[in-house]
């Protein structure tokens, strides 16, 4: 097997195949987990916004996904706390949010973390006295876990697909499909010195994130277009006037989308937007608009805040590889995986997985 991309993806099939005893190719144009995988929010999370959007299964099998990581990789995969403060201008009220909550906890019933909590207005302020007072109700404190280090996460799957044979190739980019008939039995790469090699294999395994169709363009047949990615968009700063202990979990009171406010590495981590992106991944940048919507959000929730521009430590983008839908809003694109064999190519596999901590990136 060939594996193309080396994001969280990709190094979890490397992992696998491996483990079952295939012989196993993971290469990647960049480093391991240096695309998409690398600009999320940093939440191993069940998806709780999914909910919104009646995708129980999703939210079911992220949940069992969590509940895994928290016992396999506890040095990596923590329980992180969350308020979700809710409003009397917000657009979910507090029987919405009680009502996901108790959904959230249903869904998890063997999980090893707290059910959620539902706190009134002096408890929640108590919590986080920061928090803007005007119009709040109260919150809901639940828990889910972040992953401070994305890029290790994929690291050690790497590694673990490295010890059962597997062989890793990086910044090296697969310049071409070799087809014969109507299957794939290989791809040609090139390396960091210019040279170009080939390398064969019975199954090839698209797992390019939102490089998936440019990599398809490689090979010699047509192909629907399978990406419409969106961007999303982190800020990170020091600790602030009023900032939270917890991870807060806020409704953007200038278009109602959801964004974080995490603890990260003794900072914050602030975001993220969604928006669509139709130009070349390699070039995703933050853009003025989105720092500033950020910031604005985050002042508007604390208001001892005052972060400016010149808080900000550094800026992140990425693009999540959500299914190609022009008739739906971002956020209401399905974040579900898909695992597509190409009927003209019978050995040829994409491969697709977008959840918030890969946003996450996905």
Same mark, same amino acid.
């Given at each position: 097997?060939?594996?193309?991309?080396?994001?969280?993806?990709?190094?979890?099939?490397?992992?696998?195949?491996?483990?079952?005893?295939?012989?196993?190719?993971?290469?990647?144009?960049?480093?391991?987990?240096?695309?998409?995988?690398?600009?999320?929010?940093?939440?191993?999370?069940?998806?709780?916004?999914?909910?919104?959007?009646?995708?129980?299964?999703?939210?079911?099998?992220?949940?069992?996904?969590?509940?895994?990581?928290?016992?396999?990789?506890?040095?990596?995969?923590?329980?992180?706390?969350?308020?979700?403060?809710?409003? &009397? !201008? %917000?657009?979910?009220?507090? /029987?919405?949010?009680?009502? =996901?909550?108790?959904? *959230?906890?249903?869904?998890? @019933?063997?999980?090893?973390?707290?059910?959620?909590?539902?706190?009134?207005?002096?408890?929640?302020? &108590? !919590? %986080?006295?920061?928090?803007? /007072?005007?119009?709040?109700? =109260?919150?809901?404190? *639940?828990?889910?876990?972040? @992953?401070?280090?994305?890029?290790?996460?994929?690291?050690?799957?790497?590694?673990?697909?490295?010890?059962?044979?597997?062989?890793?190739?990086?910044?090296?980019?697969?310049?071409?499909?070799?087809?014969?008939?109507?299957?794939?039995?290989?791809?040609?790469?090139?390396?960091?010195?210019?040279?170009?090699?080939?390398?064969?294999?019975?199954?090839?395994?698209?797992?390019?994130?939102?490089?998936?169709?440019?990599?398809?363009?490689?090979?010699?047949?047509?192909?629907?277009?399978?990406?419409?990615?969106?961007?999303?968009?982190?800020?990170?700063?020091?600790?602030?006037?009023?900032?939270?202990?917890?991870?807060?979990?806020?409704?953007?009171?200038?278009?109602?989308?959801?964004?974080?406010?995490?603890?990260?590495?003794?900072?914050?981590?602030?975001?993220?937007?969604?928006?669509?992106?139709?130009?070349?991944?390699?070039?995703?940048?933050?853009?003025?608009?989105?720092?500033?919507?950020?910031?604005?959000?985050?002042?508007?929730?604390?208001?001892?805040?005052?972060?400016?521009?010149?808080?900000?430590?550094?800026?992140?983008?990425?693009?999540?590889?959500?299914?190609?839908?022009?008739?739906?809003?971002?956020?209401?694109?399905?974040?579900?995986?898909?695992?597509?064999?190409?009927?003209?190519?019978?050995?040829?596999?994409?491969?697709?997985?977008?959840?918030?901590?890969?946003?996450?990136?996905?």
């Amino acid at each position: 097997m060939i594996i193309v991309g080396a994001g969280i993806n990709g190094a979890g099939i490397a992992r696998d195949a491996a483990m079952r005893g295939l012989k196993v190719l993971l290469v990647d144009k960049g480093d391991v987990g240096s695309g998409t995988t690398s600009a999320s929010t940093r939440l191993i999370h069940g998806g709780l916004r999914y909910l919104e959007h009646f995708e129980f299964g999703l939210v079911r099998e992220s949940l069992r996904e969590r509940e895994t990581l928290l016992k396999i990789a506890p040095h990596l995969v923590r329980p992180l706390p969350i308020t979700i403060p809710i409003y &009397k !201008q %917000s657009k979910r009220g507090r /029987a919405t949010i009680r009502a =996901g909550m108790i959904a *959230y906890d249903l869904l998890s @019933v063997s999980k090893s973390l707290p059910r959620h909590r539902m706190l009134s207005r002096r408890e929640t302020l &108590k !919590q %986080s006295p920061g928090l803007n /007072a005007e119009g709040l109700l =109260g919150s809901a404190l *639940y828990f889910d876990a972040q @992953v401070e280090f994305a890029e290790r996460l994929v690291l050690e799957n790497v590694l673990a697909a490295q010890l059962r044979g597997a062989e890793i190739l990086t910044y090296t980019r697969v310049t071409n499909l070799v087809v014969q008939g109507d299957s794939v039995s290989g791809v040609e790469l090139v390396g960091e010195e210019g040279v170009s090699r080939f390398a064969r294999a019975e199954v090839v395994v698209n797992a390019a994130g939102p490089w998936v169709d440019r990599l398809l363009e490689r090979a010699p047949v047509e192909s629907p277009r399978l990406v419409g990615g969106t961007k999303g968009s982190h800020i990170v700063v020091p600790a602030f006037s009023g900032a939270p202990e917890n991870a807060i979990y806020l409704e953007a009171q200038s278009d109602h989308r959801p964004f974080f406010i995490i603890p990260w590495n003794g900072n914050y981590l602030i975001g993220t937007t969604d928006v669509r992106f139709e130009d070349d991944a390699d070039e995703v940048r933050t853009e003025l608009w989105e720092i500033d919507y950020l910031l604005a959000e985050t002042n508007f929730a604390f208001p001892s805040a005052d972060l400016t521009r010149e808080c900000i430590l550094f800026t992140y983008s990425g693009v999540r590889p959500l299914p190609h839908m022009d008739d739906k809003e971002e956020q209401s694109i399905t974040r579900r995986h898909f695992i597509r064999e190409h009927p003209q190519l019978n050995n040829l596999f994409d491969c697709r997985w977008q959840t918030d901590y890969l946003s996450q990136p996905g």
